[in-house]
């Protein structure tokens, strides 16, 4: 059965540093994994989508990371603003024909200004 | 942009209640899905729906049920409202293969039941 977990569970860091967030699953027969940013008491947003055959994907200030073979990904978030704390969470989808997407708990990023 | 619409924000109702909770999708998407969001527990899978007036439980679909009679419309019904059930409700959906299954949500229905 398929574990995602997110570890830390919490992080605060001071406005401008760059900083790493992790995400390790079981099986790494995966389709894809996708990265999350939630807001408190919002919806989630889709920050990036790695496919299982990518190695990693970019957008702005952010890039993901995927090494398949080890079941890890990392979220990359350079020079970090005020303005990215939330929870950031990651879910892979597996292969096959299941449409389910397993969540990991999440990461509460707090940046200080 | 991918637009998922829920039709409530904040929702309080009485124990017993029938309960509808609405999401509509704008981008023509197979795939519509309902989460329900607790502390410590993450985001766990009520139901599913991959076409039109076709569904498949989750991992927790007691409770509940859905009715997808339209391909961007999907619906939670909760048959009769517990105090368990005071949970942050999120809806999704996605295209599928042509897609990569790229997951889009709602802003999320805050359900409490007293």
């Known amino acids: 059965k398929q574990e995602v977990t997110q570890i830390p569970a919490a992080l605060s860091v001071p406005e401008g540093e760059n900083l790493v967030l992790n995400c390790s699953f079981t099986?790494?027969?995966?389709?894809?994994l996708q990265w999350f940013r939630q807001d408190p008491g919002k919806g989630l947003t889709s920050l990036l989508l790695?496919?299982?055959?990518?190695r990693e994907q970019t957008s702005g200030r952010l890039n993901a990371s995927l090494d398949k073979s080890s079941g890890r990904s990392t979220l990359y978030i350079a020079a970090s603003q005020p303005g990215d704390s939330a929870t950031y969470l990651c879910?892979?989808?597996?292969?096959?024909?299941?449409?389910?997407?397993?969540f990991g708990t999440g990461t509460l990023l707090a940046v200080q200004p | 942009d991918v637009k998922v619409t829920q039709s409530s924000r904040y929702l309080v109702k009485r124990t017993g209640e029938k309960v509808f909770l609405e999401c509509v999708q704008d981008?023509?998407?197979?795939?519509m899905f309902w989460y329900r969001q607790d502390p410590g527990l993450g985001l766990r899978l009520i139901y599913f729906?991959?076409?039109?007036?076709?569904?498949e439980k989750g991992d927790i679909p007691e409770g509940y049920s859905v009715s997808r009679e339209k391909k961007e419309r999907f619906s939670l019904i909760l048959e009769s409202a517990s105090t368990n059930q005071t949970s942050m409700y999120l809806c999704?959906?996605?295209?599928?293969?042509?897609?990569?299954?790229?997951?889009?949500f709602g802003p999320g229905t805050r359900l409490t039941v007293t």
């Open positions: 790695i496919q299982s055959s990518q």
């Open positions: 981008m023509d998407h197979e795939n």
């Open positions: 999704a959906s996605n295209q599928g293969l042509a897609g990569s299954y790229e997951q889009y």
């Open positions: 729906s991959y076409d039109v007036k076709m569904k």
């Open positions: 879910a892979v989808k597996g292969g096959g024909a299941t449409n389910k997407l397993i």
């Open positions: 099986d790494s027969a995966i389709y894809n």
